[in-house]
């Protein structure tokens, strides 16, 4: 189930509470008594119902990472937790923005709408923010003519999860911060260049080779945005059926 079928369902249950509480205040139920116990579970629900969906709409959101086109920052089964306020305030369902707060910089790792199918969430990392110009040339990443340093790393505590021969990870630096990437050497270099729209933003995943995103399939409208990933609050691997103890509370970087 995705965030926007689940906010759906949270927002029709309330109003379906709000509903039997009035046909309560109007003494129908008196005489039904399966009507009754419908009122009396709204009543006790309500509350409940409408703390999670301003904790989800307001303030964090979480999501399960399926997927290692985030890898080496996120594995998978991570569970994450999303900053709902860090781009502004949205109203539940509509997505309207109601107050801005802030916009996304580089290097943030970002939850959004895929624009492909409004219904899918993805996760990646801004590269671009609108006016950049963007370069990926021989696996080297420039923005605004500017390349970033790469330092090639031999040590990662999780190396075991993704470790080939074909493989190397690296510490990518924008000037403002670093964060590691990795990339596939047995992988084609897919060199482009790209310039960002206003309002949109340009995004990669940190497994450069094995990653669906702004590259092949364009940008990510502001209005797409779903919030800033800040912590990972547990993993489990359901494939593998392990639990890594040490990820729980790691931030994101």
Do not use: C
């Amino acid at each position: 189930m995705n965030s926007i079928d689940l906010e759906f369902i949270l927002v029709l249950l309330i109003i379906i509470s709000f509903i039997l509480i009035l046909i309560n205040k109007n003494k129908i139920s008196k005489r039904n008594k399966v009507l009754s116990w419908f009122i009396y579970q709204a009543k006790s629900f309500l509350p409940i119902l409408l703390i999670v969906l301003f904790l989800r709409s307001f303030i964090a959101e979480p999501f399960r990472i399926p997927s290692g086109s985030m890898l080496p920052t996120l594995l998978i089964g991570d569970y994450i937790l999303v900053n709902k306020y860090e781009y502004g305030i949205r109203l539940p369902l509509t997505k309207t923005k109601v107050f801005e707060i802030s916009t996304p910089s580089r290097g943030d790792v970002v939850v959004f709408r895929y624009p492909g199918n409004e219904k899918i969430n993805f996760i990646k990392r801004v590269i671009g923010i609108p006016g950049d110009k963007i370069k990926y040339i021989n696996k080297k990443l420039y923005v605004n003519n500017i390349e970033y340093k790469k330092d090639k790393q031999t040590v990662h505590t999780f190396m075991s999860e993704f470790t080939r021969p074909e493989l190397d990870i690296y510490s990518e630096n924008n000037s403002d911060r670093s964060y590691i990437t990795l990339n596939d050497n047995m992988a084609p270099p897919n060199d482009d260049e790209f310039i960002v729209p206003k309002n949109k933003y340009f995004v990669m995943g940190d497994n450069r080779d094995h990653s669906s995103d702004s590259r092949y399939w364009g940008f990510v409208p502001e209005k797409n945005l779903v919030g800033k990933a800040f912590l990972i609050w547990m993993n489990f691997n359901s494939k593998k059926f392990n639990m890594k103890f040490n990820r729980i509370g790691s931030s994101i970087k």
